[in-house]
């Protein structure tokens, strides 16, 4: 068995045998020639259906993951689109996070509820809620993201597992947070992870995509199927920024990690932040289950700042080198206000977030120049 780090790089990207690309070639193409009518050269005939430089990323997210068979998407949520309607029909009912990406939510509560389809809002780190949610015969999964966007809320993924197990049920773990590198969902007995590849798997801030990874022969026939038939799949060139993505997934991850740790330090000492969240923190209240089934603690956290949001939104105007921007896990600095931006459309629900919150996806720059910036923007209101 080969390392992680091994696989991220070489799983599916064997030397070209034509030409001994080191690298998979982008097969920027939609159409591929026949020898005769049938007479597929690889399998391949159309690249809705099969392409390269894709299957070269489904080998190795497969492989990273610990799944036997992988889905690339168009982005993260067509990725979440795609195994909801897999495994849902009109009447189902879901068990979802209270603290979720907002895009998860909107599509679960405004689509797929036109569709008839019910969902559970719960606090999945309280296993007797979760339980008390399940509709025997209705309820078909447990959609799990820990750790949750943007209050770094953790939950027991083998826990969840034994839930799902007892009931029949899927258990779904939006790993976007964590990637495969910190937390493997699969190998604690989650039954789907999905990605937005968007974030650390991309890593560069430059393609939007998204992933599915199973480990059941059925379920990927099922997942397969509607892959083809619906037609959310991830072109070759953004296949291709994936999988040069992941190659470095490993070393990023521990710069992301290693920084995080000193900034959440310097925040817990500095007197206009009233609350740090950040799974690493001793004081998390799930702090252990964290240390249990993830690696290290990841590059994400948030900070609820005594002055309101009036300065929470004057830190975001301020700083310099964090980016005011939504998305997440690039190798840049960004800031975000989740309460006008990436949260907006969950405001009123019960997945509303406080709005002296401010999210912070910390890059893999020097340390030192992050901590400055961040301490120029809050010294203002000292
Ligand atoms: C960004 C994100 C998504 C959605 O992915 P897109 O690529 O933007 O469609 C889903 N879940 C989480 C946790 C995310 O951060």
């Known amino acids: 068995m080969t390392h992680f780090e091994t696989d991220a790089i070489h799983a599916g990207q064997e030397p070209d045998p034509l030409?001994?690309?080191?690298?998979?070639?982008?097969?920027?193409?939609?159409?591929?020639?026949?020898?005769?009518?049938?007479?597929?050269?690889?399998?391949?005939?159309?690249?809705?259906?099969?392409?390269?430089?894709?299957?070269?990323?489904?080998?190795?997210?497969?492989?990273?993951?610990?799944?036997?068979?992988?889905?690339?998407?168009?982005?993260?949520?067509?990725?979440?689109?795609?195994?909801?309607?897999?495994?849902?029909?009109?009447?189902?009912?879901?068990?979802?996070?209270?603290?979720?990406?907002?895009?998860?939510?909107?599509?679960?509560?405004?689509?797929?509820?036109?569709?008839?389809?019910?969902?559970?809002?719960?606090?999945?780190?309280?296993?007797?809620?979760?339980?008390?949610?399940?509709?025997?015969?209705?309820?078909?999964?447990?959609?799990?993201?820990?750790?949750?966007?943007?209050?770094?809320?953790?939950?027991?993924?083998?826990?969840?597992?034994?839930?799902?197990?007892?009931?029949?049920?899927?258990?779904?773990?939006?790993?976007?947070?964590?990637?495969?590198?910190l937390q493997q969902p699969l190998t604690l007995g989650a039954d789907v992870v999905i990605h937005s590849t968007t974030k650390y798997l991309g890593g560069h801030s430059d393609v939007i995509g998204g992933a599915i990874v199973v480990k059941d022969e059925e379920l990927a026939r099922q997942v397969g199927f509607l892959h083809n038939a619906m037609g959310p799949v991830a072109g070759p060139f953004d296949s291709w920024l994936v999988l040069r993505g992941i190659k470095t997934l490993g070393v990023r991850m521990d710069r992301h990690c290693e920084n995080a740790e000193k900034i959440v330090e310097f925040l817990l000492s500095h007197p206009r932040v009233k609350q740090v969240f950040y799974p690493g923190l001793k004081s998390h209240k799930n702090h252990g289950v964290a240390a249990r089934q993830m690696k290290s603690f990841g590059g994400m956290l948030s900070f609820q700042v005594v002055g309101g949001v009036e300065e929470a939104l004057e830190i975001c105007r301020r700083v310099k080198i964090f980016t005011l921007a939504e998305s997440l896990g690039g190798v840049e600095s960004l800031i975000e206000h989740p309460g006008k931006m990436t949260h907006a459309s969950v405001a009123g629900s019960s997945l509303e977030v406080p709005e002296d919150l401010i999210r912070l996806s910390v890059g893999i720059e020097h340390v030192e120049d992050l901590i400055n910036d961040l301490s120029q923007a809050l010294d203002q209101f000292a």
Do not use: M
């Open 19 to 181: 030409t001994g690309a080191v690298v998979p070639a982008i097969y920027q193409v939609s159409t591929f020639k026949q020898d005769g009518v049938g007479g597929l050269r690889g399998g391949y005939e159309y690249s809705r259906s099969g392409n390269p430089t894709r299957d070269a990323l489904h080998v190795c997210l497969a492989e990273i993951e610990k799944g036997t068979h992988a889905f690339a998407t168009a982005s993260g949520l067509a990725a979440e689109d795609l195994i909801l309607r897999t495994i849902l029909k009109p009447g189902d009912h879901l068990i979802t996070p209270i603290d979720a990406y907002g895009g998860t939510y909107r599509l679960i509560n405004s689509v797929y509820g036109e569709w008839g389809i019910e969902h559970s809002v719960i606090d999945q780190s309280d296993l007797v809620a979760v339980r008390n949610a399940i509709k025997p015969g209705k309820t078909k999964a447990i959609w799990v993201e820990t750790p949750t966007n943007p209050l770094l809320n953790i939950s027991d993924i083998a826990a969840l597992a034994e839930i799902s197990k007892e009931f029949g049920l899927l258990l779904i773990v939006d790993n976007t947070f964590a990637s495969p590198y």
